[in-house]
């Protein structure tokens, strides 16, 4: 048995769990599935069949496992609360999907409910690992770019477009909390963060562009709420600026592209995807008589970190999280992103809606 036991609340058959957590798992050489749960006894009775672990119909089933010592909850954001409560309560260490909760007060709750745990927690920001992203930091560091002048990012959140799935109706509704704010444009920002450092003020233009949306093949239409263009722009706390936009759905022209400006430099991310937090990237620059940016090549420590069959995948920074996550467990560190890192985007979320709300520049704590 591996050393550390794993329970996937959202562990069915289909959906984020079985592209991303569950392919990682069967790889690991430090974590090991021992139970999913699912909504529905056919579903568990499913992922039972595939994944060869008990699977249970509802969550406090897995949560009392005593094979469990970390429990993932990868289901809707409307269910964190209570879920990632119940898993607390019971002294487990916690990897919760991204957004950790629905708006700042459940954010702020389920962060005390783990600091009076006292147990260990994640936050499903996984984009800071991808092997582009921790070699534009590198380079920043090591003065590429020379001084930072200014950063602007731009990308499109794929789904909350003119068309969706039954499934991702939910996302629609700005009262369920995974909209393009919370969910592509905080999973592009945290990697922005920890390239760059953190937001000192913001502003925000939030416009709820489409006002409705087709739902496949059902003849019908549903309402849209959420803001699906996502205008961002900033001071970061050195100094430079930073401008993001966000849209929904996807662009004809570029769907990710970040660029970082410097004295001396310049940086390119880009992807014909744009979710960044599993996007494939491609990294570019340029720097003193350079006339234009060119392909950088990544060394392999930034890539043959994780088994070569996640490589590419969407499953691959997710491998990357779950490998540090090994590595805090082993060496007592505390290096993945967290419950409280959590909060602190949480409330940068915060700070945006009431920069967008009252049309004032907003300090970000």
């Known amino acids: 048995m591996k050393t550390t036991g794993v329970g996937v609340i959202g562990g069915s058959t289909s959906g984020w769990a079985s592209l991303a957590h569950l392919p990682v798992l069967s790889t690991s050489p430090d974590f090991e599935l021992r139970a999913v749960s699912t909504s529905r006894p056919s579903s568990a009775e499913a992922a039972a069949v595939q994944h060869g672990v008990p699977a249970y119909d509802n969550h406090e089933e897995l949560i009392?496992?005593?094979?469990?010592?970390?429990v993932v909850v990868a289901v809707k954001v409307t269910e964190h609360l209570g879920i990632v409560a119940a898993a607390l309560a019971a002294?487990?260490?916690v990897y919760s999907?991204?957004?950790?909760?629905?708006?700042?007060?459940?954010?702020?709750?389920?962060?005390?409910?783990?600091?009076?745990?006292?147990?260990?927690?994640?936050?499903?920001?996984?984009g800071r690992y991808a092997p582009e992203v921790r070699l534009a930091r590198d380079l920043v560091r090591d003065g590429y770019v020379g001084e930072v002048l200014g950063?602007?990012?731009?990308?499109?959140?794929?789904?909350w477009g003119a068309e969706a799935e039954e499934s991702q109706v939910y996302w629609y509704d700005n009262a369920n909390g995974a909209s393009p704010l919370t969910s592509p444009t905080l999973h592009a920002l945290d990697p922005l963060h920890f390239v760059l450092g953190e937001f000192d003020t913001v502003a925000g233009n939030l416009v709820v562009g489409r006002k409705e949306a087709a739902v496949a093949g059902s003849g019908r239409t549903v309402p849209v709420t959420v803001a699906d263009q996502v205008a961002v722009?900033?001071?970061?706390?050195?100094?430079?600026?930073?401008?993001?936009?966000?849209?929904?759905?996807?662009?004809?022209?570029?769907?990710?592209?970040?660029?970082?400006?410097?004295?001396?430099?310049?940086?390119?991310?880009?992807?014909?995807?744009?979710?960044?937090?599993?996007?494939?990237?491609?990294?570019?620059?340029?720097?003193?008589?350079?006339?234009?940016?060119?392909?950088?090549?990544?060394?392999?420590?930034?890539?043959?970190?994780?088994?070569?069959?996640l490589r590419g995948t969407v499953a691959a920074n997710v491998a990357r999280l779950y490998a540090a996550l090994a590595r805090d467990l082993a060496e007592g560190t505390h290096t993945v992103p967290d419950f409280e890192h959590a909060l602190a985007r949480h409330r940068l979320i915060d700070a945006i809606e009431r920069a967008a709300e009252t049309g004032s520049t907003q300090a970000v704590n």
């Not at 009392?64 to 970390?70: F, S």
């Open 233 to 309: 722009i900033g001071t970061l706390r050195g100094g430079a600026a930073a401008s993001v936009f966000y849209r929904g759905g996807a662009s004809r022209g570029d769907n990710f592209r970040w660029e970082i400006n410097g004295s001396e430099g310049d940086l390119v991310l880009t992807s014909a995807w744009g979710n960044m937090q599993v996007a494939q990237l491609e990294l570019a620059g340029g720097r003193g008589t350079d006339s234009a940016v060119k392909p950088l090549d990544l060394p392999a420590s930034y890539t043959e970190d994780i088994p070569a069959e």
């Open 64 to 70: 009392a496992h005593p094979g469990v010592d970390v």
């Open 151 to 159: 950063t602007t990012m731009t990308g499109s959140g794929m789904a």
């Open 91 to 93: 002294g487990k260490t």
């Open 97 to 126: 999907e991204w957004p950790l909760a629905n708006g700042l007060t459940e954010a702020e709750k389920l962060a005390e409910l783990a600091r009076a745990a006292g147990v260990r927690t994640v936050a499903g920001l996984q």
